[in-house]
């Protein structure tokens, strides 16, 4: 596989770790995440306004997981693969991805 096709998953599966760290803790996306809920959904009470913040931060996670699944099945595809064995090596990768991502949090306090 040439560069030009695993750079872009190995790039964003570093966004995602940097993202495990304290840079993505809750109170970190919320200074951001939380005045702009409250401007959509101006007649949410402020616990109506946090279970959305909880509820992006999930849908966040779920997406970026599908995004690196898809960009490791572009790239396997890209170099040869099969789709049906470019998708079981993608979700796989995604899969264990996933399980060191959830590790890096559990060992962040802020997490």
Same mark, same amino acid.
């Given at each position: 596989m ?9 790039v ?11 840079l ?10 939380? @005045? ?9 009470? @402020? ?6 913040? +909880?509820?992006?931060?999930? &849908?966040?996670?779920? &997406? ?16 040869? +693969?099969? @789709?049906? &064995?470019?998708?079981l ?19 962040t306090?802020?997490?």
């Amino acid at each position: 596989m040439r560069p030009a096709q695993w750079t872009p998953p190995v790039v964003w599966m570093a966004a995602i770790l940097a993202l495990s760290s304290d840079l993505g803790a809750a109170e970190h996306t919320g200074r951001v995440l939380l @005045p702009l809920l409250r401007v959509l959904l101006p007649g949410a009470d @402020p616990l109506q306004v946090e279970a959305a913040h +909880r509820l992006l931060r999930k &849908a966040a996670h779920v &997406a970026e997981y599908a995004v690196l699944g898809l960009l490791w099945f572009r790239a396997l595809l890209t170099a040869g +693969r099969r @789709p049906p &064995a470019a998708a079981l090596v993608a979700l796989g990768v995604s899969a264990a991805w996933a399980t060191l991502d959830e590790s890096v949090q559990a060992l962040t306090a802020s997490r």
